[in-house]
């Protein structure tokens, strides 16, 4: 029996808001990278703004997985090409969309175990 590949490529789109990409970015899929520490992660920021967001990038540049910050010089390609650019970029076998608009991490816990199930 093989060992399953625990490797994912993180997409990430920026759209003329700086302050909710690093929010989404530190809050959220930092921390979620961070306790998967068995997995290997790139993560792929697609920024479709208007102006380049200076901050966001240093942020990627900064982080400890390999990272790429993708600007189009004030292109916004949308969801569609955005999400094919990833895919063609993508070194890992699954590719994990994370919106900026919907969803927040609260924690990487586990359930209690059931009463039974406890020593």
């Known amino acids: 029996m093989t060992t399953p590949d625990r490797s994912a490529t993180v997409a990430l789109f920026a759209y003329n808001d700086l302050q909710r990409g690093r929010r989404r ?14 997995w290997r992660f790139e993560l792929i920021v697609v920024d479709n703004s208007q ?4 901050a966001l990038a240093d942020d990627v540049a900064g ?21 094919n650019l990833v895919a063609n970029l993508a070194e890992h076998p699954v590719i994990v969309y994370a919106c900026m608009n ?18």
């Open 25 to 38: 970015l530190g809050r959220d899929v930092v921390p979620s990278l961070a306790h998967h520490a068995d």
């Open 51 to 54: 102006q380049r967001l200076d």
């Open 102 to 119: 919907h969803g927040r991490m609260l924690g990487p816990v586990r359930p209690a175990a059931p009463p039974s199930c406890q020593p």
């Open 63 to 83: 982080l400890p997985w390999r990272s790429r910050y993708l600007w189009h010089e004030g292109r916004n390609l949308r969801y569609g090409p955005s999400m």
